[in-house]
Structure formats: C-alpha cells, structure tokens
C-alpha cells in the first residue's frame, strides 16, 4: 500500500496484532513513544488500513489539531482514494475496497466494503461522533487530557467487534504541559503489575539529557536510522530547539516525574482567600464590565462578570456561563447586546469564535467602546489582573465549580514573544474570562447608564 515496514514496525505490528485462543487481542491497549522522524504513524496507518478495509473494524482515528487530522486524511487517501471510483488517486486494489466517503470538514470519514470504517478526528472537550467504535488511535498522545478520553472512550463500549483496542502513541510529554494520560500510561508500563497486565508498551528514548549531539547515542533510540529515517532533517529540527526539548523530541527523553508538573498562577490556597459568601450590593454607582474568553480548541465559551462599587478597594468577580457554544453564538450576542445600557465594556478574546462574535455585534449596533478585542499586551496583562489581584486579596467570588477548578488549577502558558504569559491548561477559559473583565474594567472609560441587577 506504498509503505515498507522496517524491522522495529513489522515487529510491533506483530505484537499489537496477538490474540488469545479466543480471538481477542492480547494487549487491548498499546503506547507508543518514539522520538520524531522514526516512522510511528506509518506502523498504525498500514495496520488500521488492514483492520478497517479487510477485516470490517469501525476505528477512529484522532489528533489534537485540525491540521494534522487533515495531514493524515491526506496519507489514507493516497491509500484509498479521495471518492468512490477515483482512478487519479490511492492504489488501485485498496481503493476498489471504499464504497463510501464523507468530507464535510470535520466529519471525514471513509466507509469499506468490509463494514469498516475510518473515522477522523480532532479531540475536543465535547467531540460528535458518528460511529460506535473498535478501535481507537491517539496519535499525537503527548497533548491527550482525561476529558478528551472521557468523551471518546465510550465510543467503544458497543463497538460490532467486541474485541476493544486503544492506541496511544506520541513523543514524551513536555514540562508543564497538563496532559497526564500518556504520561499516566508510561508510569503504569514501567512500574508493572496487574494495572499494566493488559498493557503493550513501546519505546525508545535516552536515560538522560547528556550531549544531544553525541550521534553515537543516536541509533539505540532511532530505530530508523539506516532505513527511512532522514538524519538531515533530524539534525536541523534540532537545531531550532533547546537542549531539553531536543532530548525530549528527538532522543526520547522522559522528564522525571517530578519535573513534569508545572505549578498553577494562582493556586487553591490564594484563591480560597477570596472566597465570600454573596456578591456586593449593586447600586448605581457600581461599574460592571464582563469578559468573554473561547477555549483554543472552540469547546468551550466562558462568561464572566467583574463589578467596583463605589469606594471599594475589592473588585467581586462571577462566572455567569461556562457551557459548549454550540452552532451559533447568537444567543450570547443577545445576551451581551442586552446589557449595553448598563455594563461599561465587554472584552472577547479567543480565536476560535472572538471573530465571529464581535462581527455579529458590530452588526447589531453596539455602542461605541462597548466592545474591547484585546492586543496581545492586553491579555498578558489581564492575566496578570487577576493573577495578582486574587494573590493581593483585592478580587472576590463566591463558590463557582467551573471558576474555581480553572483558577486552582491553571499553569502558565507563553504569550507572544516578548515573555508573556497567559493561563495554560484544558480548564483555563473561565479564569481567563474573569482576567478580561477585569481588564475591561480598568481600560474603559465609557459610562453607561445603569439600573439593573447582574443577571
């Protein structure tokens, strides 16, 4: 199917592929760390293709960003086909295998004679998915969190088959990053057991850090030196990074558990501070703004209120919404459109929905001033409003599930290029939209009239 397994890659497809006398497989769950430009996709690929496309296995196939789930619907389609009956693309005798295809983007799928199908992916809190699954791939495992498998790995409670697999394969996970399953995974490999008993674990990496140039090291951990492995293209990616990050990337290097863990902004024991009981009165004189913050991956939208009121050395901060935007954000330009007669400013940030937002504002009519798209410079620095605002003692809230988890928990996250920082982490939305409120309220100057209680 125009890929040539080397030794290490027949050798594993060997191994995921064992059975027990009933049929079942062996090792139900598979990790995978090799260091970059070694092949690991092509292992999986030629093996999903095989067990879709000739053995009627409905499998899912997810990444943790569009782009490479389109990367890698390209590589199945230079296997299959792009359509049913293409004859300018794929190899012929695998493409007369497909008999169905889908796509619309974010819904790619291929459907084969067999029953199978190959369904792609990317992970999100909140993933919709067409199909009950067999087997599913992780690639990309490294960035994988627990709400991602959360969702995902139900889909195979009533997979056709009965006979579940999950594959995880990725490169070691970088400090600081709030990924945990894959590196879960590795700890429960190493330290044995029953955990680990159902557990097929591979990889490839350096015991320490050392001379990453030393290439006499290089071999033990690139099983594709000699065969498929371009050591050029190894060597100038390398180039480009730190030293730990090229141990990590390209040597295979595991962090110590220890050093893997990068600390929250805020922390519970800051937060806990700020506790009250209600919010303050609101009076006329009480400046309200609010925040609205997109998650990287549009999963979700987070809402947050911040109030002054007159002579208060305290700004109290809520967290109205925390929810899936779902297919549109009207209802929450409504909801924002509804408040311009009294909240001061609304400041919206996140890419995968600010834009669309602030256009259906901006279309509505809203005031001027009203809106607030932050720079750059503005989100590093309501970040830091209400990072050292809740260390200070000078923001309160009450009991917010949604709010607290994010601010207890949340890492940095770099901004920009000049040492900025953000919040990092798969829960950081709400306290980041709480930082933007506070950011609106600092930054305008606009006076609105104001009647009406936060709702």
Not at 195 to 203: C, G, R, T, V
Not at 345 to 370: H, R
Not at 398 to 427: M, Q, V, Y
Request: a neutral charge; proline letters at 5%.
């Amino acid at each position: 199917m125009g890929y040539k397994l080397v030794p290490w890659q027949e050798q594993l497809a060997h191994d995921i592929g064992a059975v027990d006398a009933s049929g079942k497989w062996v090792h139900p769950r598979v990790g995978i760390s090799i260091p970059r430009q070694q092949g690991k996709s092509v292992d999986i690929i030629v093996w999903v293709a095989v067990m879709a496309a000739l053995a009627g296995y409905k499998v899912l196939w997810t990444e943790h960003n569009y782009s490479t789930t389109m990367e890698m619907v390209g590589r199945f389609r230079k296997i299959f086909g792009r359509r049913v009956g293409d004859t300018s693309e794929g190899i012929p005798r695998w493409r007369k295998l497909l008999v169905e295809v889908c796509s619309q983007t974010g819904q790619e799928w291929m459907r084969f004679s067999s029953g199978g199908v190959i369904q792609f992916s990317t992970r999100t809190k909140s993933s919709r998915l067409g199909f009950s699954f067999d087997i599913v791939i992780y690639d990309e495992a490294q960035e994988l969190t627990g709400i991602h498998t959360q969702v995902i790995n139900p889909t195979t409670t009533s997979g056709a088959k009965q006979n579940l697999m999950i594959v995880y394969a990725g490169t070691p996970t970088r400090a600081g990053n709030p990924a945990e399953v894959f590196k879960n995974l590795r700890q429960q490999a190493w330290e044995g057991g029953e955990k680990a008993s159902d557990l097929l674990w591979l990889e490839y990496g350096v015991e320490e850090v050392g001379d990453i140039w030393d290439e006499s090291r290089w071999p033990e951990v690139m099983p594709s030196l000699g065969y498929h492995a371009d050591i050029r293209a190894i060597r100038t990616g390398m180039k480009d990074m730190d030293e730990l990050g090229a141990a990590q990337e390209y040597l295979g290097y595991w962090l110590p558990s220890e050093e893997q863990v990068e600390p929250p902004v805020i922390g519970a024991a800051a937060w806990g501070e700020c506790l009250v009981g209600s919010g303050p009165e609101l009076t006329a004189g009480c400046r309200i703004c609010a925040g609205v913050r997109f998650s990287a991956d549009g999963s979700t939208v987070a809402v947050a209120c911040a109030v002054r009121p007159p002579g208060s050395p305290t700004v109290h901060v809520e967290l109205p919404f925390c929810k899936d935007p779902e297919l549109s954000t009207d209802w929450l330009a409504y909801w924002i459109a509804a408040r311009a007669g009294r909240y001061a400013c609304v400041a919206i940030d996140g890419k995968a929905g600010a834009g669309a937002l602030c256009d259906k504002l901006e279309g509505m009519g809203m005031p001027k001033d009203y809106i607030l798209r932050p720079s750059t410079d503005q989100a590093v620095t309501a970040a830091s409003l209400i990072s050292s605002g809740a260390k200070a003692g000078s923001v309160t809230h009450i009991a917010c599930p949604a709010l607290d988890l994010s601010a207890e928990t949340s890492p940095k996250r770099k901004i920009g290029s000049s040492g900025g920082w953000g919040f990092g982490g798969d829960n950081a939305a709400p306290i980041e939209a709480a930082g933007l409120a506070l950011l609106a309220l600092n930054t305008s100057k606009r006076k609105p009239g104001m009647k009406a209680r936060v709702t």
